[in-house]
């Protein structure tokens, strides 16, 4: 499975920006990481489209909405409010496994987009 991530931008804080991240092929979880500079990866959103499941970490939840489009095989991230803090790189992620609890893990996803910079002006 190939994942294509696009929509990363500079934005002015408090401003929004839709990330999406087309697969190749059929997966059964798909996620977002991100990585800000001199930090590790960090799990962000994650969904199972199958069950209509979605995870978020705690610093996004109420400002980002994870959804996918399955008939196009495509995730999106929408990001309203966004902060300074939120300046990172972006990275698509997917598995056709089961993770059960470790869908926060980077480890767990077998498949990779490439990242896309996303940048909060304050």
């Known amino acids: 499975v190939q994942l294509q991530a696009s929509g990363g931008g500079l934005v002015q804080a408090g401003g929004s920006l839709r990330l999406s991240c087309a697969a190749s092929?059929?997966?059964?979880?798909m996620g977002w990481f991100r990585q800000a500079p001199g930090k590790e990866r960090e799990f962000v959103a994650a969904?199972?489209?199958?069950?209509?499941?979605?995870y978020y970490t705690d610093s996004v939840k109420g400002r980002f909405t994870i959804s996918g489009d399955s008939a196009k095989n495509t995730m999106y991230l929408q990001m309203n409010s966004l902060k300074p803090e939120d300046t990172a790189v972006y990275y698509c992620?997917?598995?056709?496994?089961?993770?059960?609890?470790?869908?926060?893990?980077?480890?767990?996803?077998?498949?990779w987009g490439q990242g896309t910079q996303v940048t909060v002006s304050s």
């Open positions: 992620a997917a598995s056709r496994s089961y993770l059960g609890s470790v869908y926060s893990r980077s480890s767990a996803y077998d498949y």
């Open positions: 092929g059929r997966t059964f979880i």
């Open positions: 969904s199972v489209w199958s069950r209509g499941t979605t």
